[in-house]
């Protein structure tokens, strides 16, 4: 499982990679694990992207002992857990945590 998060003023991301052991995607596409640390992020990383400095990126790692559970309707839903390669949750700018990865069944 690679988890890729946009939101960078969390406090489980480093380098646009989630590093919780543990998330939940609620059944609104929320990531439940998500904790604002004040004065942590950037605000509009989008921005940068294509600039001089683009913000780091973590190498792909996959992280066998996380534990996905999902809770919406989704084509990766088996019983509660995500069985996806991996998902990204959405950039900085949005109000809420939301699961990009999502498709319906």
Do not use: W
Not at 16 to 35: D, G, H, M, P, R
Not at 72 to 92: D, W
């Amino acid at each position: 499982m690679d988890l890729r998060c946009r939101k960078t003023n969390c406090k489980y991301n480093k380098d646009l990679t989630c590093l919780a052991k543990q998330v939940t995607i609620s059944k609104k596409l929320e990531c439940l694990k998500f904790q604002s640390e004040k004065d942590k992020g950037i605000k509009d990383f989008s921005k940068l992207i294509f600039s001089e400095n683009p913000p780091k990126v973590a190498d792909y790692k996959h992280i066998k002992d996380m534990c996905l559970k999902c809770e919406a309707n989704c084509i990766f839903n088996e019983n509660g857990k995500c069985l996806s390669n991996g998902i990204t949750v959405n950039a900085a700018l949005s109000p809420q945590p939301k699961c990009m990865t999502f498709m319906k069944p």
